[in-house]
């Protein structure tokens, strides 16, 4: 009651429940078929919230669109390859444990969330470009319990303002447009890890993506370039290509990581997903 899910995945689970009871022949409550009466005549909101269950018995909230483009952004909702990346993030926690995190692109905020609940990052740094995203990202970090830092660049001069403790990393939501951001702001980040998910969607984001991949790997720290990992779903093996040739041209060495199948979460769709470790 409190974070209502969609009317759409209200009516699917009324119907899939009414649909159990008479698979077994028991009568199903009035109260189930006023409540699917009820739904069929409700009208969509514009946000609807969606839980998904962790390993660990938690869960994660968010507030996300109804609609798959609002706003003139793909950002207000939940890709597959943010699913994905979670699960593997989840799988191989000990790459995030300690670490400071920079997500490129992270919409609805997901896997980040994932990652500050199961993996232990020192601290963690959502971004986006887009305001609605940004303004939606921020919220979906407090409704999850984290508190928000206001800036990592400050905390990097003056550490005697961390406040992080062993449980809960530093978490900061920051605009970060790939087209204008430069090397010194990326670097006050001081990331040890770069990670994005669905960021390959047409040729355009795929040459700025190649561009800040290319500013980050200026930002060193302990003499040494971070890693990223780059999570997509497959859907035009010619943009995936085009991503490939701009990391070769940019000279940006990348391997693929091995797939897995923890399927934790839902997908609503089966679709071929991947993801490119790169070397920066
Ligand atoms: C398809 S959504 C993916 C969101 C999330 N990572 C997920 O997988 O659910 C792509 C995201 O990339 C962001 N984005 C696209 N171009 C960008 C740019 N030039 N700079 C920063 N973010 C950008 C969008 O605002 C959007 O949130």
Redesign the pocket.
């Known amino acids: 009651m409190k974070h209502p899910p969609s009317v759409k995945y209200a009516w699917s689970f009324l119907s899939e429940l009414i649909r159990k009871h008479e698979a077994i022949h028991t009568e199903p409550l009035d109260e189930l078929y006023e409540a699917l009466a009820e739904v069929l005549t409700a009208e969509e909101p514009t946000q609807c919230h969606r839980s998904y269950l962790l390993p660990s018995g938690d869960s994660i909230t968010l507030s996300e669109s109804t609609a798959i483009i609002s706003h003139g952004?793909?950002?207000l909702?939940?890709?597959n390859?943010?699913l994905y990346l979670a699960e593997w993030a989840m799988e191989n926690p000990a790459g995030f444990a300690h670490r400071t995190v920079l997500e490129?692109?992270?919409?609805?905020g997901?896997?980040g969330l994932a990652i500050c609940k199961m993996c232990r990052p020192r601290a963690y740094i959502f971004s986006?470009?887009?305001s609605h995203?940004l303004e939606q990202l921020q919220g979906n970090v407090l409704l999850n319990g984290l508190s928000l830092e206001p800036n990592v660049a400050t905390l990097a001069q003056h550490p005697e303002h961390d406040t992080a403790d062993a449980e809960s990393p530093r978490v900061t939501v920051a605009w970060?447009?790939?087209?204008v951001v430069t090397v010194p702001q990326l670097a006050a980040f001081q990331p040890d890890i770069i990670i994005?998910?669905?960021?390959l969607?047409c040729p355009e984001?795929v040459l700025?993506l190649v561009g800040v991949l290319q500013k980050l790997s200026a930002c060193q720290k302990d003499q040494r370039a971070p890693d990223a990992y780059v999570a997509f779903t497959i859907r035009n093996p010619e943009t995936c290509q085009l991503f490939t040739t701009e990391l070769g041209r940019a000279g940006i060495p990348w391997e693929e990581v091995p797939r897995h199948d923890q399927k934790l979460f839902p997908y609503e769709e089966h679709s071929e997903m991947a993801i490119l470790k790169l070397m920066l």
Do not use: E, K, P, R
């Not at 994005?196 to 960021?199: F, G």
């Open positions: 952004t793909t950002g909702v939940t890709w390859a943010a490129l692109g992270s919409g609805a997901l896997t986006d470009c887009h995203v970060v447009d790939w087209d994005a998910a669905d960021v969607y984001t700025s």
